[in-house]
């Protein structure tokens, strides 16, 4: 888990900017958090989340919306406030909720091809993943879009990141991998993995993301609410997602005996209730936003406390094309 869980990042909206300095202490200094770009948020709320990130030692990376955006105009209005506050160096294009584009991008890679991200001092540029698919976008149409982003970074000569969607299934997420790296691409995979939560924030998590995943955390954890609770943690998640093993290699390690269900990170403890029938797990006892760790292609040093109520993402190998 020392090396799962290092170089996390995670996300926040523009509401939580409180909850990130509430936070701020336990949370190593360059963690990368993502801003949203959400339907609820104006300009003023973005650039002011992405400046309190910067202001506490973190690294902004925001999120442009492409359908989102109703003008080219308005893209280069956000870009250039980013600019101005020093937080315009990471960014990630996502195709967003509209199945309407709001105004000239179709999709992520349109705004990644219009040249504009360079002129205002994007150096890198992540873009989404999709281990369980998306509800509104054709399957098949899925992995050529990651395809043509990523000949599209080359062509640029900008690096860049895949950040997936939040999974529960480690055998889907590997699979996917392994699809990626058929086709060609070899950019660095972030892998989304759900922080502290409680059964209901999971699987209104999965709905939202139109992931098949209420039949998958049943069939995993079984119906009892404190066994999922005990292991829904983001240490277990990506624990048995790393330490699986690759396709052709030797087979995974060997589960752990039922009484070793519980998370057992040092920095995550999933309490076994002694009076009553709750297990919690909690992240250095401070509540945090919406965040999320990743499980990265490159593994490295310790795991660190997160916030609770966060979304990770582990190191192994909302985001719409």
Not at 259 to 286: L, N
Not at 289 to 307: E, F, G, H, K, L
Request: proline fraction near 7%.
């Amino acid at each position: 888990m020392s090396t799962v869980l290092d170089d996390f990042s995670m996300e926040m909206t523009g509401k939580d900017v409180a909850k990130v300095e509430n936070a701020a202490s336990v949370i190593p200094p360059g963690t990368r958090i993502n801003v949203t770009f959400l339907e609820n948020e104006d300009l003023a709320m973005r650039v002011n989340a992405a400046a309190s990130v910067k202001r506490l030692g973190f690294t902004p990376v925001p999120h442009i919306s492409a359908r989102r955006l109703k003008s080219q105009e308005m893209l280069e209005e956000y870009l250039t406030a980013l600019r101005d506050i020093g937080a315009s160096d990471n960014v990630l294009i996502i195709g967003g909720d509209p199945t309407v584009p709001m105004g000239p991008y179709e999709e992520s890679l349109a705004v990644i091809e219009s040249g504009l991200l360079q002129q205002y001092g994007v150096k890198h540029i992540s873009m989404g993943g999709h281990p369980s698919g998306d509800p509104n976008i054709p399957a098949d149409a899925l992995m050529p879009a990651i395809e043509k982003k990523a000949a599209a970074l080359a062509n640029f000569n900008i690096p860049g990141t895949i950040i997936t969607q939040v999974d529960f299934d480690v055998d889907r997420v590997l699979s996917w991998v392994a699809e990626v790296r058929d086709h060609g691409v070899d950019l660095p995979i972030r892998v989304g993995v759900p922080g502290p939560a409680s059964v209901k924030l999971l699987l209104g998590f999965a709905g939202r993301l139109g992931i098949s995943t209420s039949a998958t955390i049943a069939k995993k954890y079984g119906l009892s609410v404190t066994n999922l609770l005990a292991k829904a943690c983001p240490a277990r998640q990506a624990s048995s997602c790393c330490s699986a093993s690759p396709a052709g290699s030797a087979s995974p390690r060997p589960r752990r005996s039922p009484r070793s269900t519980a998370c057992r990170s040092p920095t995550c403890s999933a309490r076994r209730a002694r009076k009553t029938s709750s297990v919690t797990c909690r992240r250095a006892s401070t509540r945090a936003s919406t965040a999320w760790s990743s499980c990265t292609s490159t593994p490295s040093a310790a795991s660190r406390p997160r916030p609770s109520g966060s979304r990770t993402t582990a190191r192994t190998s909302d985001l719409r094309r």
